[in-house]
């Protein structure tokens, strides 16, 4: 039990990996070149493959067409000289028109038209008539609106920017009319300028009074306008489209723009409303041109026209 142990027994015993045999056979037993493929494959490093959509934009340019050379009629001028308006002259257009190549929209000319809002022939008309295709896409933007000081109702007409530059001289000398700049409110931080009221030439006077909130509506829907003053505005806006502007009820019959037609009116502030038919479809079309494809759904028109309707929060 206590006896001598020899050396070499001893040194095995504690230090089995000194055995080299032993360890050459592992070795040949677990070497790289001995695994089968099917191993090999299952410890490569797995690729996470993700499947991505290539899109390619293509952009759709409006037809080709020829620029209508920019020309002032006289009875422009003479507008700006003496303040008279001529409202038989071809020169002048109502300001809403249907849109060219889209004669499938309902556009009811006579409950637009408030004999207030106008627009020069050199304004309306941007290129010659194009074979295939319409000129939808060469729409001017609203920027400059002369209006005339005479006694009677005021009169606003929409000139185009060829015209400003020609009467310019004349426009500041007169003393009959007013140029106005004008832009619509596309973002909801962005100052109003519906009343005319920015930088008129010459400067208003005393007997500037506020425009009428209807000659308002229709000028800012024309332009393209996305967001609303106030929400009085927004009221009077479907009550002039004849649009629901309140939490429907069971017993409302309403379509599913939100137009309510002429029969199913019960409330009095609709007895404005002249329209027969719906006019969402036309602004909607009028709206797509004004933004040349840019969204405008999250806004104030994009939620009107989607048959959405605005709480008091949308005004903050």
Avoid at 17 to 40: G, V
Avoid at 152 to 161: E, N
Avoid at 209 to 229: P, S
Wanted: aromatic share 10%; with cysteine; glycine share 6%.
């Amino acid at each position: 039990m206590y006896g001598l142990v020899r050396p070499d027994s001893f040194a095995r015993r504690l230090h089995p990996s000194q055995d080299f045999q032993d360890i050459s056979d592992r070795y040949q037993k677990w070497a790289p070149s001995t695994l089968s493929s099917e191993a090999r494959v299952d410890e490569e490093q797995e690729r996470e493959m993700v499947l991505e959509m290539e899109m390619e934009r293509q952009v759709e340019l409006p037809p080709k067409g020829n620029a209508v050379i920019p020309c002032v009629h006289d009875d422009v001028r003479n507008l700006v000289k003496t303040g008279v308006f001529k409202s038989r002259s071809t020169a002048f257009d109502a300001l809403l028109q249907p849109l060219p190549g889209d004669s499938d929209l309902s556009f009811e000319a006579d409950s637009w038209d408030g004999h207030e809002l106008f627009s020069t022939r050199d304004f309306s008309i941007t290129v010659e008539p194009v074979r295939h295709g319409n000129t939808n896409d060469y729409i001017r933007p609203v920027n400059w609106i002369v209006s005339t000081t005479g006694p009677g109702r005021r009169v606003f007409v929409v000139l185009s920017p060829h015209e400003v530059n020609e009467l310019l001289p004349f426009i500041r000398r007169s003393t009959k009319v007013h140029l106005h700049q004008y832009a619509p409110r596309v973002t909801q931080e962005m100052k109003s300028f519906e009343d005319l009221a920015f930088h008129c030439i010459p400067p208003l006077g005393s007997s500037w009074t506020k425009l009428d909130i209807g000659v308002i509506t229709r000028l800012n829907l024309w332009a393209g306008q996305l967001y609303i003053e106030d929400k009085a505005a927004y009221m009077h806006l479907c009550n002039f489209l004849g649009l629901y502007s309140q939490k429907p009820t069971e017993d409302d019959n309403l379509q599913p723009d939100g137009f309510i037609k002429p029969e199913h009116r019960r409330s009095s502030a609709l007895s404005t409303c002249t329209f027969e038919q719906s006019q969402v479809p036309y602004l909607r079309r009028l709206f797509a041109l004004r933004r040349k494809g840019m969204g405008y759904f999250p806004t104030h028109m994009g939620k009107i026209l989607r048959g959405r309707l605005l709480e008091n929060d949308d005004f903050c």
